[in-house]
């Protein structure tokens, strides 16, 4: 049996080379949904996902790469997605920004904070149920200058529900930092605690490990205890808000952490094994049939 090192690592690796891959493979014009990359944020995703059950809920947003693959959605239908072919996620209607698997649970919604509330209404299906599933929302900083935010919070607070909020704060909206969107300096925490949320904060040194080792005690917690949890993620990306073109240097990478946690054998047999998958189901997904006029509409119910 794999260890929580190795698993940690593995889908790391394969949401960093998967993202990469599409980097390459964007130039040949043949996904022309718009995407957006996740490259240097994969620890937060890994971390919170990493000891969920199979029936806990993922909520992500139009940066939906990294908690799609972290949940255990399929690379094969995530492909196709891109691709905008028959078998994708959504039978390749809606592309990259509104990836989902419902065998593990994984949605992800594109509008700015819009994941929210749905990610609370679930939280309150599941208490009304009893079931003992919890919720994780991602969302990024600007989300929390949304309203649906406030009442959100707000709501998950009064009925006490058992969904973990958790903000990757990168300090940008599109291209325009926080110095730029707000008048003052803003501590995210404190809109955490104003709606008697507790709150926690990772640090941006904070590796893989020790940020899935945090989830986990607040995933137990927020089970047993049936109450919500906000977490704010420190966290940069390598690439521009939405394509592949431009690139930064990141100053630490959390990949490059990670990695230091296994030897050269294990990490190149992982390495092997992750690029015949990516290779398998890009072919095929470049390789698959379009839906045909006559699909338009189907999943129209009005």
């Not at 990259?96 to 593990?104: A, C, P, R």
């Not at 909020?165 to 995210?188: A, G, L, M």
């Amino acid at each position: 049996m794999e260890s929580d090192v190795e698993k940690i690592l593995y889908s790391m690796l394969l949401i960093r080379r998967v993202e990469e891959e599409i980097v390459q493979r964007y130039k040949k014009q043949q996904m022309r949904c718009p995407v957006h990359l996740s490259i240097g944020q994969e620890a937060v995703s890994v971390g919170g996902c990493h000891h969920l059950r199979k029936e806990d809920s993922v909520f992500s947003t139009h940066r939906s790469h990294a908690a799609y693959l972290a949940k255990g959605g399929s690379l094969e239908k995530m492909a196709l997605e891109l691709h905008g072919k028959i078998g994708g996620c959504c039978d390749g209607r809606v592309g990259s920004m509104s990836l989902m698997d419902k065998n593990v649970n994984v949605l992800s919604i594109p509008i700015v904070a819009s994941a929210i509330p749905l990610a609370v209404g679930v939280a309150l299906a599941n208490k009304m149920d009893g079931n003992g599933n919890i919720v994780v929302c991602f969302f990024g900083d600007a989300a929390v200058e949304e309203g649906v935010f406030h009442e959100s919070a707000n709501f998950a607070s009064l009925m006490q529900l058992p969904i973990i909020f958790v903000c990757e704060d990168n300090s940008y909206s599109v291209d325009t930092h926080i110095s730029k969107r707000q008048p003052h300096s803003r501590n995210i925490e404190n809109l955490g605690m104003m709606h008697g949320i507790s709150v926690h904060t990772f640090r941006w040194e904070d590796n893989v490990f020790e940020i899935a080792l945090q989830f986990k005690s607040a995933i137990e917690i927020c089970r047993k205890r049936c109450m919500p949890i906000f977490y704010v993620a420190p966290t940069k990306r390598s690439h521009q808000h939405c394509g592949v073109d431009r690139e930064f240097k990141l100053e630490t990478d959390p990949l490059d952490l990670a990695m230091q946690h296994t030897n050269e054998d294990e990490l190149e047999y992982m390495e092997q094994s992750i690029r015949d998958k990516i290779n398998k189901a890009f072919d095929a997904a470049e390789a698959a049939p379009l839906p045909t006029p006559d699909m338009a509409s189907k999943y129209v119910y009005a």
